[in-house]
């Protein structure tokens, strides 16, 4: 990937949260931004933050049917992909035997199979350039045995699977494959699932070595870091940004 050209990147889910420092750190680098998500106001919030190099373009991701004229509009609008970050996701915290099989497909379809299908409709414009660098979000649920999160554990970890398939299989025609697996980061998904349970929180905070939760800049940070031409040498890694929490007591 050249640093002299125009770069152009996807965050899905780039509204809020960790696509929204993603996006912010892409947009502050001069990297072309197109965030993707299903709230237009929400859309517009980020765009008067951003500013200029960001682009809000509005997609249900698990309509699936949708994703291939979807990327082929922005395709024919920006001419090239150079960054795809599958971001968007949602969690669902219950017992093991209260989840349906509906609510265990929606998490599938949002988190595993909208995934599959943009990366598809991207990397075929990514092979046609012979370049692009393709950013999965992953999680801690795909490091550990979580408890209460049944459908989020399995996405994520046909997530990690996914990554390593995907840059065995297109490393060599210059596209690279990574993920990188937050840890607890301060977002209202992690607010969601801790502050109803102490006790996780506790635990949460005895395994982190660093004691303190992440900020979601410290993800946009390791998303810059892959996008780069600086990790041209990475692919097929599931990056821990937990501040060790993957590898505490
Ligand atoms: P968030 O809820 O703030 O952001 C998720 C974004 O995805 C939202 O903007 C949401 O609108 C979007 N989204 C969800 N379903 C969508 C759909 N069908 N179509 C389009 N957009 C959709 O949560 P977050 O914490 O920022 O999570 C972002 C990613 O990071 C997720 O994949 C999550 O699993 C992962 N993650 C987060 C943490 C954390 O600590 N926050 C830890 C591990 C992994």
């Not at 379809?109 to 409709?121: D, G, K, Q």
């Not at 996914?162 to 596209?175: D, F, Y």
């Amino acid at each position: 990937m050249s640093t002299t050209k125009k770069r152009v990147a996807i965050v899905t889910g780039g509204g809020s949260g960790l696509g929204l420092a993603i996006a912010e750190k892409f947009t502050t680098n001069g990297i072309d931004t197109i965030i993707v998500g299903r709230d237009e106001q929400k859309l517009k919030k980020a765009k008067d933050q951003l500013g200029d190099h960001c682009y809000p373009m509005t997609c249900d991701v698990t309509n699936l049917s949708a994703i291939p004229g979807f990327i082929e509009k922005i395709t024919a609008r920006f001419g090239h992909i150079d960054i795809l970050v599958n971001n968007a996701g949602i969690n669902m915290k219950k017992e093991f035997t209260e989840v349906t099989d509906e609510e265990f497909q929606s998490v599938i379809t949002t988190n595993l199979c909208s995934v599959f299908a943009i990366s598809r409709e991207v990397v075929k414009q990514m092979l046609k350039q012979g370049n692009g660098s393709i950013i999965n979000i992953s999680s801690m649920a795909a490091q550990y045995g979580l408890p209460k999160v049944i459908a989020y554990s399995a996405s994520k970890t046909a997530i990690d699977g996914m990554t390593r398939a995907m840059a065995v299989e297109l490393s060599p025609k210059g596209v690279r494959v990574n993920a990188i697996a937050p840890g607890f980061i301060e977002t209202d998904m992690t607010a969601k699932a801790l502050n109803t349970d102490p006790e996780r929180k506790q635990k949460v905070f005895g395994r982190t070595p660093m004691g303190y939760m992440g900020k979601p800049d410290d993800i946009g940070e390791a998303a810059l870091f892959l996008a780069s031409d600086a990790a041209k040498y990475i692919t097929g890694v599931v990056l821990p940004v937990d501040g060790g929490n993957s590898i505490g007591f």
